[in-house]
């Protein structure tokens, strides 16, 4: 199965909403291959989203992304990047519906709470920047039969 890069950015952390969002993830029945949690520095971030470099907000954003402490998370799952995306809601909360993370938990944009990548592809090159290749895991679970029909 696919692997998506799942980040709890400072705010969440220091509004201690670290086990909530994980717990979404784990109860939707996907498998956490990788965790950490660090102090990101401006240049981490800027490279992080680098995508977003001739963003208006980009200035804010890495500031916002480097103030405090973010949990890393790799998870793993069928389909897992697009339905992770979905968990979280939209970029701007106040478009998210009640029932996602950013729907429930948080309000503005600049607050959003929670990273997601957008596609395999920068899930990978996501996992790369943040996960040395010993820091996430393989392991089987005998879950797996109860959350897939079939692997
Ligand atoms: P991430 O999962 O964090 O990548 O968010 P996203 O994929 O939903 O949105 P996007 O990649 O376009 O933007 C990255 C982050 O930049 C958002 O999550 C917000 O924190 C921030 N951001 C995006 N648009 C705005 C904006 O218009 N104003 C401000 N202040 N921040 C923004
Ligand atoms: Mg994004």
């Known amino acids: 199965y696919e692997r ?3 980040a709890i950015k400072p705010d969440g952390t220091e509004r201690r909403l670290v086990g909530e969002i994980i717990g979404r993830f ?12 660090l102090h990101p520095t401006p240049e981490q971030a800027a490279k992080h989203y680098d995508d977003l470099k001739s963003k208006p907000f980009f200035d804010g954003l890495v500031k916002y992304f480097s103030s405090g402490a973010v949990v890393c998370m790799v998870w793993e799952g069928k389909d897992v990047v697009k339905t992770g995306r979905k968990l979280i809601g939209e970029t701007n909360p106040a478009l998210s519906v009640p029932g996602s993370i950013r729907g429930d938990l948080c309000i503005e944009v600049g607050r959003n709470i929670i990273h997601g990548s957008d596609s395999t592809q920068s899930a990978n090159d ?3 920047l943040w996960f040395g290749e010993t820091e996430v895991t393989n392991y089987e679970s005998p879950l797996e039969k109860f959350i897939y029909e079939r692997k």
Do not use: H, R
């Open 4 to 6: 998506t890069f799942i």
């Open 26 to 37: 784990e109860k939707k029945g996907f498998k956490l291959v990788g965790i950490k949690i």
């Open 126 to 128: 996501e996992i790369t």
